[in-house]
């Protein structure tokens, strides 16, 4: 007789439970950590201009939103400074993600948010390890996100509390509901991440001209029905907000000094010829880029999945305001290579992909100033732009057994 139940070893209760505690405890971690530890903060600015518009009915681009941020961090007793920018300065549709914790205290909402960039982190980690099809035991997965999440990466962005992992955890998780077919949440998913399109518009571009080819529309359907709720929303709420968002922006519009790719870093190696080497490999890399988008059109399964995650280092490549804060993009590929050698050079190949796992988590940490501030007030190259091109490169290594060779029976466990 076949049975119908299994046993379940944890009831959802004590799941609801467990994840209140852990919540909990992440919150009060917020709070003693970020007293402690010195770091640039960019919530204090999306919090303030919310609450100045939820609360007191202020411009969110108004000019005395830097004086309230500072405020609220110098009573908050945290160690930490603003960014150079002290206004707001995104598209209204990002301070839509900070309205609910605008409308708590500073202190509280900082600690809570620091609780939201943890959970964001981990599922960055799942859905990486996801998109890579890399299937590894329940411990195995906990370990490879605890170490994602205690690099010096993972934490300066924890503590920071900036809007990009956010982003890029929407972008994973509409390409992962892509890939599965739920073409009208990836459509929605997409459509959220509107406000960061210096992070998205590459991907987002790559994922509507493929659903025209595969004739996908549902995907386009809800991206733009998405879309317009957006800015009818916005436009309702505050009609004003394209002029202020505009006014705030035009410094950046007279100077493009601000521009700063990735690849652009990579060139100041050698400062001698840092303006030609940085033509020569955006031109390389813009090739290479439309070769790949090319080649996916109408494409899908193993192909695409691939060529997608291709594409998210090529997009890194190419963000106009490299940080560390969009490297996230590339781990789907970095985990995928991983998949490959462990799967292909057995133990050899996992003893490889932990101790790359490992030295890459403790490695960044030296870039961390001796008195373990997380301000990074330059930028390092090896980092921002190394590290994907090696992962680039070892794509190319895995590309063969990642599209060509199907896996034997004995191997599909």
């Known amino acids: 007789m076949k049975k119908r139940y299994r046993r379940v070893y944890i009831t959802q209760y004590s799941l609801l439970v467990l994840t209140l505690v852990v919540v909990v405890g992440l919150v009060l971690a917020g709070l ?43 009573k908050a007793s945290f160690n930490a400074r603003l960014p150079e920018t002290h206004s707001f300065k995104d598209p209204i549709f990002n301070l839509f993600f900070f309205l609910p914790f605008s409308l708590l205290p500073f202190k509280l909402s900082r ?43 993972g934490v300066e962005s924890i503590i920071s509390g900036h809007l990009t992992p956010l982003i890029v955890l929407l972008i994973l998780a509409g390409l992962d509901a892509l890939i599965h077919g739920r073409d009208t949440l990836a459509g929605f998913l997409f459509s959220l991440t509107f406000g960061a399109l210096t992070t998205s518009a590459l ?24 879309l317009g709720f957006l800015w009818a929303i916005s436009l309702l709420l505050i009609p004003s907000w394209p002029s202020g968002w505009f006014r705030a922006n035009l410094p950046l519009i007279e ?3 601000w521009i ?17 080497m940085s033509l020569a490999l955006h031109a390389i890399f813009a090739v290479i880029l439309l070769t790949v988008l090319f080649t996916t059109l109408n494409k899908t399964g193993l192909v695409f999945t691939w060529n997608t995650l291709a594409i998210l280092v090529l997009a890194y490549l190419f963000h106009i305001e490299s940080s560390v804060f969009s490297l996230y993009l590339v781990f789907p590929a970095f985990f995928m290579v991983l998949r490959f050698w462990s799967d292909r050079w057995r ?15 403790a490695g960044t940490w030296l870039y961390a100033r001796p008195d373990f501030s997380l301000n990074m007030s330059q930028r390092f190259p090896i980092l921002i732009a190394g590290l994907p091109l090696l992962i680039l490169a070892g794509m190319v290594t895995v590309r063969w057994w990642a599209i060509r060779i199907p896996r034997l029976p004995y191997e599909q466990a």
């Open 111 to 153: 600690a809570v948010w620091f609780a939201v960039s943890v959970i964001t982190m981990g599922l960055i980690g799942y859905f990486s390890l996801k998109l890579a099809g890399w299937k590894v035991t329940l411990l195995e997965k906990v370990l490879i996100i605890g170490l994602f999440i205690l690099s010096f990466v």
């Open 32 to 74: 003693v950590i970020l007293e402690h530890l010195s770091y640039e903060d960019h919530f204090a600015i999306s919090w303030a201009a919310g609450r100045a518009w939820l609360l007191e009915g202020e411009d969110p681009y108004g000019a005395i939103i830097g004086d309230e941020a500072y405020t609220a961090l110098f």
């Open 255 to 257: 100077s493009w000094d």
């Open 260 to 276: 700063q790719t990735p690849l652009m870093d990579l060139s100041l190696v050698l400062p001698g010829i840092a303006q030609p």
């Open 203 to 226: 991907i987002v571009l790559f994922v509507l001209i493929w659903s025209i080819s595969r004739r996908r529309w549902a995907v386009l359907k809800a991206y733009f029905a998405g």
């Open 347 to 361: 133990v050899v190949g996992r003893v490889l992909s932990w101790v790359i796992l490992i030295g890459l988590a």
